[in-house]
């Protein structure tokens, strides 16, 4: 599946050969939609004081306030944040880069949520290896690749949780073509024909199939992937009038008030007003990101005695 694009491009932003690792702690306003949308890496996610809903293998499981959700690469998946006490601390782990890991977690990884307080203390030991930057700049490929094959061990192979059925692939072959159109396409003008032509349902059908899976509505959901990628091109100083045409807007009046509408604020004051690489983190999709943040003695894992 080399061919893939996933969406949310900029949280695997800097994952390298040289940097196989990224860790940062993002918060949510409550009530917030996080699209449709896989990664290339793996993805575990600590959710921390959050509640909400994540669409996963064309279910909806519920995110109880503190849990770990383990997401193996080319994972669609969605949330919906219903309240936000807390944080979530997400880490990517690209492990096509790392030794020997492809192969070795091919029995092992799976999709998983697990409660927060069923995390061993070898596991927390793990995340505290991979919190600390200097940790991952300074030892070698083949240490971090240890250290992740026990995390992974530890949360995906000891652990007994439920993983209910609904937990599958079943539902990925289309969301897959689905994600890779509309990314390779968002630019253009894109009719519910189109898409449901290049996934071999009628629009009929494919409206239905596409909400009962991702529980949110197709011209919701490709508003926000133009959105969000139109986050990246006013990053790098792209005009919004430019913008708004190169992800596909209709005009540069209508992406404005699409922009105000999911982010209350217009895009040049969300440009002037959002630091990408300040300590105190940068502003995506209704998040925001503090990069790169030890938590350490401010916010530990349960363990279990």
Sequence with gaps: MSDLIPGLKFEEDGLSSQLPVKHFVRTFETDKMIR????????INICRDVEGIIRLGGAEHSIARNCIIVLPPESPHSYRILKSEGSIEVFHFM???????ESALNDTL??????LAD???EAARQFTFFRKKQNITSHSALRMSGALMILVDELCGKVE??????LNHRSDDFLYKVINYVEKNYGE?????DV?????TSKYHFSRLFKKITGESWSFYLKMVRLSNSLLLLKQGTPVI??????GFESDSYYIKCFKIEYGMTPLQWRKNTAFTTKSGYNYCGGTYAQERNNQGTEKLAHRK
Aim: proline fraction near 7%.
């Design 36 to 43: 449709l949308h896989y990664h290339r890496s793996l993805e």
């Design 95 to 101: 492990i096509k880069e790392m030794p020997g890991l």
């Design 196 to 200: 449901s032509g290049y996934t071999g």
């Design 161 to 166: 949780v439920r993983r209910p059925e609904s």
């Design 119 to 121: 995390c061993s203390a």
């Design 110 to 115: 799976q999709r998983q949520i697990i409660p």
């Design 242 to 247: 430019d913008t708004a045409s190169a992800c």
């Design 189 to 193: 003008r894109i009719s519910l024909n």
